[in-house]
């Protein structure tokens, strides 16, 4: 069923309407003229119309257009100017009617309906599988595919690597009439050059060494259906003749065969490459190109919808999910980070990224920390977590009688001569305040050696440089000036 709204005529100046008409009709615009009452039914059908509103006797002008915001409507006559402080009154009409006039108005009601928010609504309702977001560039890509599908005329799918090239021909096929049939994919850059032929047009028994019995190849398996010919770009010369001349005659034939076969499929292709520029260097045939180009649809980068991240990872991590058994979340200073990085690998790569973290921090909360460097765009001071004096001095006696050696033997605190004592004196020691000297000491032999840079001596004592910075804040350890 077509979108174009119906065309009304409500004017009761008669000649007027009649003049209108005779106009309308030159152009090829069906249409109908009615009374005020007729219209009014009309239109309290919610059905889509284009209404041109000529003089009522009753002067209901103004609450006919608010009683009927998703109408648009075009005024006959300058007496009507003053409506076009309505939204919905898209220009006005006066006599003599210009063809460039009329037509430029009636294609912006067209616009006025097509971009009404409940229109939106309903078109959004379409089942897209595996297409997320609502950025401009994704809404413009579901309305070529919804405008295209219902065609059988050959789609050119362009856009960088990892776009998901092969999202949208399989959602151009599942709204096609041929959605009861196959979708059949294949690689044209994947697949040797001599090995093409017989991949795409199947081949007979005994037709090459190996041929050992006859084989449908890719149209054949996609016949009722939709054939997506990816990567085209990389299609050698020589092939790209044999299928300018099936898309052209639409048949072909086995290799090895002589049976003329019918090549009933819709075919969708894609690239990466710049086809105009090979054309221009000679590896391209542009009789192809053309046969191919009938109805380009540009895939964007995900640097250019930065806001459908969010929506992106929720969809990614729930498919991962499905296998896993595990996700992550994001802080959302990860999440701005994430927004902020060039994604040179597109939506491929932010699917890797996720793996990658569900496989590190299942199940856990990322931050920008978390991330892997080259993600991080944001400088978010990182929490670094204070802990009681008790765990620490259980910590530093682990590493004090935690053994370096090769052979892993077990070393006791008597292979340790601290201060002198090589047992437990018999009046005893505070070991909280023994255990305190000897970090005092160490750590200031360690800034001493190092010329008090904190980092090496840090390194040295194998611990984290912000917590050495808080030793030495609790132990008043700073550089004497």
């Known amino acids: 069923m077509s979108n174009t709204p119906l065309l009304y005529i409500v004017d009761e100046q008669s000649p007027r309407s009649s003049r209108l ?14 009374t005020l009452a007729n219209l009014q039914q009309r239109l309290a059908t919610n059905t889509p119309a284009v209404v041109l509103l000529g003089a009522l006797e009753s002067q209901q002008h103004a609450e006919l257009l608010q009683r009927f915001p998703a109408t648009a409507f075009l005024l006959l006559g300058e007496t009507l100017q003053p409506l076009l402080c309505n939204a919905n ?43 997320v977001g609502t950025s401009n560039s994704m809404q413009q890509v579901r309305f070529l595919i919804q405008q295209v599908a219902k065609t059988d005329a050959n789609v050119l799918i362009l856009g960088p690597s990892g776009t998901g090239k092969e999202v949208v021909a399989r959602n151009i096929h599942l709204l096609s009439h041929r959605s009861d049939g196959p ?50 770009g990389d299609m050698p010369l020589p092939m790209q003749v044999k299928l300018l001349r099936v898309l052209q005659e639409r048949t072909y034939e086995r290799v090895g065969g002589t049976q003329a076969i019918k090549a009933d499929v819709r075919i969708v ?11 221009a260097e000679a590896s391209f045939r542009e009789d192809l190109y053309y046969r191919l180009n009938v109805f380009p649809i540009d ?31 994001f802080t959302e200073y990860a999440m701005q980070s994430l927004q902020l990085h060039s994604w040179p690998g597109n939506v491929r790569e932010l699917a890797n990224l ?39 001095e259980r910590d530093l006696i682990n590493e004090l009688f935690q053994s370096d050696n090769d052979d892993d033997s077990e070393t006791t605190v008597t292979d340790f001569e601290l201060d002198g004592f090589e047992t437990l004196p018999e009046q005893g020691i505070d070991l909280k305040e023994y255990l305190a000297e000897l ?5 200031s032999q360690a800034l001493e050696r190092h010329e008090f840079v904190v980092a090496r001596a840090a390194e040295v004592l194998g611990l984290r440089r912000t917590t050495l910075v808080e030793k030495m804040r609790k132990y008043n350890l700073g550089k004497d000036e």
């Open 21 to 34: 008409s005779t106009v309308l009709s030159f152009i090829h615009e069906s249409h109908q003229l009615l």
């Open 89 to 131: 009154a898209v220009g006005l009409l006066s006599e003599p009617f210009s063809y460039a006039t009329l037509t430029q108005l009636l294609r912006d009601s067209q616009q006025y309906h097509r971009l009404l928010p409940l229109q939106r609504q309903h078109d959004s309702s379409v089942k897209f599988d595996g297409m």
């Open 183 to 232: 979708f059949v994919p294949i690689n044209c850059g994947a697949i040797p050059a001599e090995l093409l032929e017989s991949e795409l047009f199947g081949h007979e028994k005994g037709a090459f060494t190996g041929a050992i019995s006859t084989r449908k190849g890719r149209f054949e398996l996609a016949q009722g259906g939709t054939l997506f010919l990816d990567e085209i």
């Open 269 to 279: 292709a894609a690239t990466h490459r710049d086809l105009e520029q090979m054309i």
């Open 299 to 329: 895939t964007p980068a995900l640097s250019e919808r930065v806001d459908d991240i969010p929506l992106l990872i929720s969809e990614l991590l729930k498919r991962q999910e499905k296998y896993s058994q595990t996700r992550v979340k």
């Open 354 to 392: 996720l793996e990658r973290m569900v496989i590190m921090y299942p199940d856990q909360v990322v931050d920008v920390a978390e991330l892997p460097h080259k993600y991080r765009h944001l400088d978010v001071e990182s929490y670094v977590p204070q802990y009681p004096e008790s765990l620490q």
């Open 439 to 443: 970090e005092i000491r160490f750590i």
